[in-house]
Each structure stands twice: as structure tokens, then as C-alpha cells.
Antibody, heavy 114, light 107 residues
């Protein structure tokens, strides 16, 4: 059974950093591009970033470029999202997903507030 | 960036009705559209990919169609378990973009 389990969310002050993790199981992690998608409270879905199977290619939405870094450890079957210089508008539930967007994690909440 | 204009924002239907949601892309997306169902507090669930391919486990009352810029998603014989929000996603080009969502309610 495919499982994606996010962790690392919480309350953080503006300008600070947070690192999300997504532990994958039930499939060969290294064979799949992966992605992060977020959803602000009561709002719609927004793609954040994607990474290729080997990690050599990464893609970001403009609003997080230069602040967020997506990475992966295929030996640990884990996806990461390093979030720096956080802003209030980054407040959202963050989901990891296979890049086919067929399987999603349960989501982790990130709140940026002083 | 490709804009996905989804309508209507909300829908009220009776059990057994057929409902249709549309997504119009700002440019041709070559049928690379998927549809998702999201229930409150839950992750989105993929129902349809590549315009009309039902994902394993998706009931046959769900369907999708379209081409070029214009796509639609339908639920025939709406059931109470279909109460949710629905989103389209274009995956033809980065940045990937979602429609703004449609909230389905039962009359």
C-alpha cells in the first residue's frame, strides 16, 4: 500500500525557517518524480515544487523561488522541503505527492505568525 | 503560466441528479488535465487523469471529456458521498495549475 507521511510542520515566526519531511513507502520511491502542493486555510490547491527521480532537476513556483528548496534522499525514501524566509502568506497545509498526483500524503500544517 | 478557469464555484444538486463542472485553460493543454475530489480535512483524491481515464477505484458515475482548452467533469446519479469540493489540474506545463474549485452540496 502506497503511503506518504509528512512531518515537521508547526508555528513559526515570519522570516524564520522550517523543514518538512515526507516518508514514502509501498512503492519504489527512486522511480518517481515527487512534488509538494499547499492549500491555505479555506483556499484552493497550489503547486509549490517538484523534483526529478535523481534530484538533479527541481522546479518551483515563482513565489517560493529562492526561499524554498526541495530535495530527496532515495536511500531513505524521503522527500524534503526546506522553507526559509517564511512569510504569512506561506501559511497552509502542505501535501507531498507523487508527481503523477495519484497519491498524496495526509498533509502537515504550517502557520507563519508572530 | 496557464490559467485554469473553473466553474461554477458551487453547485447544489439533488440525489440522483447529473452535475457538470467545467475548466477552461488559457491555452491548449493537450488533454493533460486531471480531476480531484477533496473532502473536508482530507487530502485530494485523484478521480480522473488525462481528461477521461478513470483512476482505479473511481465509480463509473464519474466521467470527463474535452480537448484543446475546454474540459468538463460530470457526476451522474449524484450520491450523498459525493459531497465534496472538486478541482481540475493541468499538468501540460509548469507551473502546474489548479482550478479554483467547485463545492458540491446536496439540496
Amino acid at each position: 500500500e502506497v503511503q506518504l507521511v509528512e512531518s515537521g510542520g508547526g508555528l513559526v515566526q515570519p522570516g524564520r525557517s522550517l523543514k518538512l519531511s515526507c516518508a514514502a513507502s509501498g512503492f519504489t520511491f527512486s522511480n518517481y518524480d515527487m512534488a509538494w502542493v499547499r492549500q491555505a486555510p479555506t483556499k484552493g490547491l497550489e503547486w509549490v515544487a517538484s523534483i526529478s527521480t535523481g534530484g538533479g532537476n527541481t522546479y518551483y513556483r515563482d513565489s517560493v523561488k529562492g526561499r524554498f528548496t526541495i530535495s530527496r534522499d532515495n536511500a531513505k525514501s524521503t522527500l524534503y522541503l526546506q522553507m526559509d524566509s517564511l512569510r504569512s502568506e506561506d501559511t497552509a497545509t502542505y501535501y507531498c505527492a507523487r508527481h503523477d498526483f495519484d497519491y498524496w500524503g495526509q498533509g502537515v500544517m504550517v502557520t507563519v505568525s508572530s | 503560466d496557464i490559467q485554469m478557469t473553473q466553474s461554477p464555484p458551487s453547485l447544489s444538486a439533488s440525489l440522483g441528479d447529473k452535475v457538470t463542472i467545467t475548466c477552461q485553460a488559457s491555452q491548449n493543454i493537450n488533454k493533460y488535465i486531471a480531476w480531484y475530489q477533496q473532502k473536508p480535512g482530507k487530502a485530494p483524491r485523484q478521480l480522473i487523469r488525462y481528461t477521461s481515464t478513470l483512476v482505479s477505484g473511481t465509480p463509473s458515475r464519474f466521467s470527463g471529456s474535452g480537448s484543446g482548452r475546454d474540459y468538463s467533469f460530470s457526476i451522474s446519479n449524484v450520491e450523498s458521498e459525493d459531497i465534496a469540493s472538486y478541482y481540475c489540474l493541468q499538468y501540460d506545463n509548469l507551473p502546474l495549475t489548479f482550478g479554483s474549485g467547485t463545492k458540491l452540496e446536496i439540496k
